[in-house]
C-alpha cells in the first residue's frame, strides 16, 4: 500500500492528510485558537463545582464553557473513590484535555496526565507499564517492560510502550522516557507558579502528530513549503524518525493539497450519501445520539446468484464504512443496517470488519449482529467530527435537513390572511414570498375563489418565510 502524509500551511490553518493508495482516509485540522481545545493540552484549571451525585465535576479551563471531569477520570489517594472528598470549588487542578468539545457541551478533560514520544508514553501520576497488544512477542514484551521498568525505577511514574517500541533498541526507549520525565518537571515546576486558568503544556502541532504518531507504518511524509518543510525535519530528528521515512518539500506553484485533489475529494466524501464503485451507495447520517449508516444496492445488480452478490456489495460497503468512520472522525455508538445475508456471510463481513479497522488509530469495538440484523459498533471518540469543524447548522431548516414546501408556504400564508380577514373583513392584504410561493397562492387562489389579495414576489425571502401586510 502507498502511504502519504501531506502537510498544508495557509492562512489560518495547517492541515494534515493521510492517503492509502491515492485515497483520502484521514485528515487533521488546528485552527487558530484551537489550542486549549486539542486533546493532550495540559492546562492548570479551577474547580467551578462538585456534583457528587454525577460523580463528576465542572473545570474553567479558561474556555466560555467549563470541561467536564469525569469521577473516573480522577486520580485519587489510596482507598478513595469519592470526588467530593477529593474536590472541591476553587481548588486548582492539573487536567488534560481528552475530548474536544461538541454541540453545547465543553471539552472533556482528565487528571490522569500522559505525556506521548514516539516510542513510549510517559504516565506522571503513576499506572504501571503497559505494552502494545499489536506487539505479540513474549520475548520482545519482556524485554520492554524491563526497559522501561529501570528507566522509571523509583519515580512512582508509569509509561505505556507503542508499537514503534518492538524494533527500537533499548537505549532509545530509556532516552526517550527520561527526555519525557525531564519535560514533566518543567511543567510541574510552572504549574506551581501559575495562577488558574492556565495552559501549561499545548498539544504538538501537525508536523509531531505526522512524525510521532502517523509515521509508525511505511510511508512518505511531503510539507508544503520550505518553512513547513524545515519545522518537519526538526521534529523528525527530535523524535528520532527512521531515516528510510522520505521527508520531502513541495515548492510547485499549485498548491500540495490542490495537487491530490484533497478538497474535491473531502467534499464528494462529506456527502450524505456515498456511492460505491459497484453502483450500490451508502447513506450516512449522525444523530445526537448514534450514527446511522444504510446500504443501498443502487445500481448494482450482480452476475452470480442472489447470496454472493449481496456478500460482494457488503464486503465493498464494509471498506468504504471503516474508510468513512476515519475520514469524518465520527464516534460513540454506530449503527450499520447492511443489506440482509446468511450467516455465513455475516461471519465473511464480520472478518473484514476486522481488517479494515485496525488501520484506525481510534479503537473499534465490534458488537455483532443485532436480532433485527443490524450490525453493532462503537468507535472512541477524541476529536470533533469533520462535520461539526466544517459546517453549521442550517438556519432555514433549523438543522432539520428540510424545510417547509413551496405548497405548504403557500397554504400557511392563505390561512394567515384567512384568520386575519375574520376579524377586519374589508381590509385588503399583500403576500410577499419567494416566486414559487406566489405561483402556488395565484393557483390555489383561483380554487378556492376569488379572495381581495395582492401577492408580490421577494426572491430574498428564503424557502418557508412570508410576509403579509395591511393595505392602506
Sequence with gaps: MERKLLLERA?????????????????????????????????????????????????????????????????????ERRIDRLLYAGKT?????????????????????????????????????????????????????????????GTGMGAILRTAAENAPVERIADELRALMAHWREIHKRAGASTAPMVLYAADDLCAVAVRDLAGQPCEIVADGDTLYGELTYVARVYGLEADTPLNVWRETMPLFDAHRVDAKLDALLKRRVWLKSGGYLVIDETEAMTVIDVNTGKFTGKQSFADTVLKLNLEAAREIARQLRLRDLGGIIIVDFIDMEPEGQEALLQALEQWFSRDRNPVSIHGFTSLGLLELSRKRVRMPLSKLLEHDCEECMATGRVPSHETTALRALRDIWARRRQSAHTTYRAVACRPVIDWMRTLQKQSGDMPLALTVDDAMRAGEYRIEAEA
Excluded at 488534560?96 to 482528565?110: A, D, F, L, M, Y
Excluded at 506521548?116 to 503513576?126: F, S, Y
Excluded at 505494552?131 to 529501570?150: F, G, Q
Aim: glycine share 14%.
Design 11 to 79: 492562512p489560518g490553518q495547517d492541515r494534515l492528510a493521510v492517503m492509502e493508495d491515492g485515497e483520502l482516509t484521514e485528515l487533521m485540522l488546528r485552527r487558530a485558537g484551537d489550542a486549549l481545545h486539542a486533546p493532550g493540552t495540559i492546562i492548570a484549571g479551577r474547580v467551578e463545582n462538585v456534583l457528587p451525585g454525577m460523580n463528576a465535576a465542572f473545570i474553567h479551563i479558561g474556555d466560555t464553557k467549563n470541561a467536564y471531569l469525569s469521577g473516573d477520570d480522577c486520580v485519587y489517594g489510596k482507598g
Design 93 to 153: 487542578v492539573l487536567v488534560q484535555v481528552i475530548k474536544e468539545p461538541g454541540g453545547t457541551k465543553g471539552c472533556r478533560v482528565s487528571m490522569k496526565l500522559t505525556l506521548p514520544g514516539r516510542v513510549a508514553v510517559l504516565l506522571p501520576m503513576g499506572g504501571g507499564i503497559s505494552i502494545s497488544r499489536k506487539i505479540e512477542s513474549s520475548e520482545a514484551r519482556a524485554a520492554l517492560r524491563d526497559a522501561a521498568e529501570c528507566a522509571l525505577a
